[in-house]
């Protein structure tokens, strides 16, 4: 049967006398070989959301985008909290500072439907990437 993890050594014991079972060393979970700080830079910027895919208050990959009144994209409950923040009949524009007075929103599903595509098609294909990557090598190390 072919293991996809390593054999757990069952002789390390805690000092109360259990055996627990050993973690595979953490080479086991390294997925890629960054070994400069150049390397890793740029892998992280690979990886980095495209800023209209990132909400302006809290810089996180939108999930529940909306239109506010000063035409910028915000994520819905975050925009909310910014509105309760606030006093009186205006807010305070994250994006531009300016004033306005209407605090509706309107759904953007031309942002949502791109992130979606965004985490279907970047991400997802990097988390494939690096879960095959764990795989090959824990199957080398349980050899």
Request: hydrophobic share 30%; proline share 9%.
């Amino acid at each position: 049967m072919d293991s996809e993890m390593p054999s757990a050594s069952a002789d390390s014991e805690s000092s109360n006398g259990d055996t627990h079972p050993r973690p595979p060393p953490a080479s086991v979970y390294d997925t890629f070989p960054l070994r400069t700080q150049r390397q890793r830079a740029a892998y992280r910027e690979s990886l980095a959301a495209p800023r209209p895919y990132v909400c302006p208050i809290t810089q996180d990959l939108f999930v529940d985008p909306v239109v506010a009144a000063d035409g910028h994209t915000y994520e819905r409950p975050d925009l909310l909290r910014w509105f309760s923040i606030g006093t009186g009949p205006e807010w305070r524009s994250p994006t531009t500072g300016r004033l306005e007075r209407r605090r509706a929103t309107y759904d953007n599903a031309a942002v949502r439907g791109m992130v979606m595509e965004y985490r279907r098609e970047v991400l997802g294909k990097e988390l494939l990437w690096r879960c095959s990557g764990m795989r090959r090598r824990c199957r080398r190390a349980a050899a």
